[in-house]
């Protein structure tokens, strides 16, 4: 929560959540099923769908929260991605408003 306000009044490009596995999965047992792409409405369906579950929808949650407030994307990754999604280049699974 601290995290994606203090994004947001810094006017931050990108929200980087780091996390224990490489990004929001299709399949939790695969850790090579990462979902490169999420819009705010895929997000949102894959949760109800069942495919997003357990502690990721707070993360989703939380980066959807970040983007209300203006921050353009929020990227979900673990900490051998951060350094690159720090930089903007590709890494984990970015959430955007569109």
Do not use: C, F, H, N
Not at 25 to 45: F, H, K, W
Not at 81 to 91: D, H, I, K, N, V
């Amino acid at each position: 929560i601290v995290a994606a306000r203090v994004a947001a009044a810094l006017g931050s490009p990108r929200l980087v959540q780091i996390t224990a596995v490489p990004g929001v999965l299709r399949d939790p047992a695969d850790p090579a099923s990462v979902i490169a792409r999420l819009t705010a409405e895929q997000a949102r369906a894959a949760i109800a769908a069942g495919t997003i579950t357990g502690g990721m929808i707070p993360k989703i949650d939380e980066g959807l929260a970040a983007i209300a407030l203006g921050v353009p994307s929020v990227v979900i990754v673990d900490a051998a991605g951060a350094r690159a999604a720090l930089r903007g280049e590709p890494a984990g699974t970015v959430l955007s408003a569109a």
